[in-house]
């Protein structure tokens, strides 16, 4: 028995840890297409910045345990805000790091998914993936978020055990796609509120008070790492 449940384990590890073909160059542009086409209309993108909210809520909270903090709770909300609850000093390295991870959070996961495809890892992307969203799942705090995270997960569980090798591959370029263009936008819907006098707790002003550098500096960073993710990742994703 125990050596059927190693080969068993095995056999798991190779399946996920192994490489799949690259699809055709035209799957790859449709991706691409579809994904501009659920980033850029207003009304897609008002429903497809959840799936972004997760990724920068999680990057808060993933950053918070790394540098040692106590991850208390993260909440997800119906107009795609969020609140990463964590304890620990409220200045230092650890602060700051974790407050500067949102916005840079999905279009470095974007930029981490193209290097994985980029090697053939199709399988490895979609089960990282899933895990990391039913470890963020524990620390959901509320029900739409709770709903999110669920259904988000769900779907990629479907995919890695249903869906064959095409439909996965075609599934995780769109995501990455979606990550490195999706990344970009909210960087810029900041700053339009900034200039209107909107988003004074942002995380660009709380790095301010916490560093004593300009909110708008900080802004120029997540415009920075998320234009060069997407140019990074898409050229890894084109093989340019």
Known sequence: MDHL?????????????????????WVV??????ALAVVVPHGLWRIARNAITIAHEGGHGLVALLTGRT???????????GLTVSRGKPYGIGMILTAASGYTAPPLLGLGGAALLAAGRITLLLWVATFLLVAMLVMIRNAYGALTVIVTGGTFV???WLAGPQVQAAFAYAVVWFLLLGGVRPAFELQAKRSRGGAGDSD?????????VPAGLWLFLFHAVSLCSL??????LLEI
């Open 231 to 236: 140019i990074g990742g898409g050229r890894w």
């Open 204 to 212: 660009a002003d709380q790095l301010s008070r916490l560093t004593h």
């Open 71 to 81: 991850l208390t709770g993260i909440r997800l909300h119906s107009d795609t805000s």
């Open 5 to 25: 449940a190693s080969a068993s384990l095995a056999s798991l590890w190779d399946e996920v840890s192994g490489t799949q073909p690259d699809p055709d160059l």
């Open 158 to 160: 479907l995919v890695s």
């Open 29 to 34: 542009i449709a991706t691409l297409v579809a």
